[in-house]
């Protein structure tokens, strides 16, 4: 993913298979990189990368911003 997401979503980790792998970042101001890895029995594992900065995901699975008229 190469836009930050307020949190992983679901329709991503749906997609995700045993022995996969997603890197995200998710925040707001304060954004973290994340890895979370699916194991072959189920268990979903999320390893924090550090700080990070990257462009807002906009829409349905991101953020949503008012914009005024």
Known sequence: MTACAPALPQALMGQLKAGGLIVIPEGEAYQRL????????????????????????????????????
Do not use: A, S
Request: hydrophobic residues 40%; charged residues 30%; without cysteine.
């Open 34 to 69: 994340y890895l979370y890895r699916k194991w072959e029995e189920g268990k979903v594992v999320k390893e924090d990368w550090g700080g990070v900065f990257f462009v807002p995901l906009i829409g349905e699975h991101g953020f949503r911003f008012v914009t005024q008229p």
